[in-house]
């Protein structure tokens, strides 16, 4: 497994999670949105819940176009404690020490989260990047992904760019054309990304609830359209070396949602 990844940059391992610590998360997710959902519709009454219909409050407040309820259960998901139960995970820790080659490993308190990809939506979907340069931390990092439901290619898949992570840190350019235009939240992208792309195998990450996808904080990738009826839930979070050089040189610190940008000239062209 240690050979793949560091031959592709990503690795994928089947049921590798619990099934109830998923199941518990779905179960806190129901009833969160269902009180938040419930402020503003009184008399709705509660569903039975079931694995597959957890989100269903949430996405009748999306369709509804509640506002606070979605942007409210985006913070709640990180209070859940299913969401340690994850992260805290021993053989996940143990298995990110080998991969990272270090046993001085820590957790990015602020690149920990639930990503939320509703069905048709184009604005939050994210654009190709390396996770390092939004993250920090260390050059030396891991992505750590499961989603709560099965991924088809309909509910869109991350694309992966294998063996992408071995040329270093890409140029990373902001255009704030499409953010003025509310085509995008996000300013940043890699330049040139149509050309760098071809010379890359691009692989999607179709798991399931109870697998682990893992992969390189320097692979390129980005989210494909959601074309479902369904919302694609994927719990993140982010592993980093802190006794890599340029990790110690920071000071440890973490990236945009610590308000530190990257700067590629800060940065070694390589790991």
Same mark, same amino acid.
């Given at each position: &497994?240690?050979?793949? =990844?560091?031959?592709?940059?990503?690795?994928?391992?089947?049921?590798?999670?619990?099934?109830?610590?998923?199941?518990?998360?779905?179960?806190?997710?129901? @009833?969160?949105?269902? @009180?938040?959902?419930?402020? /503003?519709?009184?008399?709705?009454?509660?569903?039975? =819940?079931?694995?597959?219909?957890?989100?269903?409050?949430?996405?009748?407040?999306?369709?509804?176009?509640?506002?606070?309820?979605?942007?409210?259960?985006?913070?709640?998901?990180? +209070?859940?404690?299913?969401?340690?139960?994850?992260?805290?995970?021993?053989?996940?820790?143990?298995?990110?020490?080998?991969?990272?080659?270090?046993?001085?490993?820590?957790?990015?308190?602020?690149?920990?989260? &639930?990503?939320?990809?509703?069905?048709?939506?184009?604005? !939050?979907?994210?654009?190709?990047?390396?996770?390092?340069?939004?993250?920090?931390?260390?050059?030396? *990092?891991?992505?750590?992904?499961?989603?709560?439901?099965?991924?088809?290619?309909?509910?869109?898949?991350? +694309?992966?760019?294998?063996?992408? /992570?071995? @040329?270093?840190?890409?140029?990373?350019?902001?255009?704030?054309?499409?953010?003025?235009?509310?085509? %995008?939240?996000?300013?940043? /992208?890699?330049?040139?990304?149509?050309?760098?792309?071809?010379?890359? +195998?691009?692989?999607?990450?179709?798991?399931?609830?109870?697998?682990?996808?893992?992969?390189?904080?320097?692979?390129?990738?980005?989210?494909? =359209?959601?074309?479902?009826?369904?919302? $694609? !839930?994927?719990?993140?979070? $982010?592993?980093?070396?802190?006794? /890599? %050089?340029?990790?110690?040189?920071?000071?440890?610190? *973490?990236?945009?949602?610590?308000?530190?940008? =990257?700067?590629?000239?800060?940065?070694?062209?390589? +790991?």
């Amino acid at each position: &497994m240690i050979n793949e =990844f560091k031959k592709k940059g990503y690795l994928i391992i089947k049921n590798f999670y619990n099934k109830k610590v998923i199941l518990n998360i779905k179960k806190d997710i129901f @009833q969160l949105s269902y @009180q938040l959902y419930k402020k /503003h519709n009184r008399n709705e009454k509660l569903l039975n =819940f079931n694995s597959d219909n957890f989100d269903y409050y949430l996405l009748k407040a999306k369709k509804k176009n509640i506002s606070e309820i979605t942007r409210s259960i985006y913070d709640v998901c990180k +209070k859940i404690t299913g969401f340690y139960e994850i992260m805290g995970n021993r053989k996940a820790l143990n298995l990110s020490k080998k991969l990272l080659g270090s046993k001085k490993i820590a957790i990015l308190s602020r690149g920990f989260g &639930m990503r939320i990809d509703y069905p048709g939506d184009t604005y !939050w979907k994210a654009r190709m990047h390396q996770d390092y340069s939004g993250q920090l931390g260390s050059p030396n *990092g891991l992505v750590m992904y499961t989603p709560l439901r099965k991924v088809t290619q309909a509910l869109g898949p991350v +694309k992966l760019y294998e063996k992408s /992570h071995n @040329q270093g840190m890409y140029p990373t350019i902001v255009d704030m054309v499409k953010v003025k235009q509310k085509k %995008t939240y996000d300013p940043y /992208h890699i330049k040139d990304e149509k050309r760098i792309i071809k010379n890359f +195998k691009k692989s999607y990450l179709k798991i399931d609830e109870t697998d682990l996808g893992i992969f390189d904080f320097m692979l390129l990738h980005e989210s494909s =359209f959601n074309k479902s009826n369904k919302i $694609r !839930w994927s719990l993140v979070h $982010r592993i980093f070396d802190y006794s /890599h %050089t340029q990790s110690i040189k920071q000071n440890y610190i *973490g990236g945009i949602m610590e308000g530190n940008v =990257f700067n590629l000239e800060d940065h070694y062209k390589s +790991k």
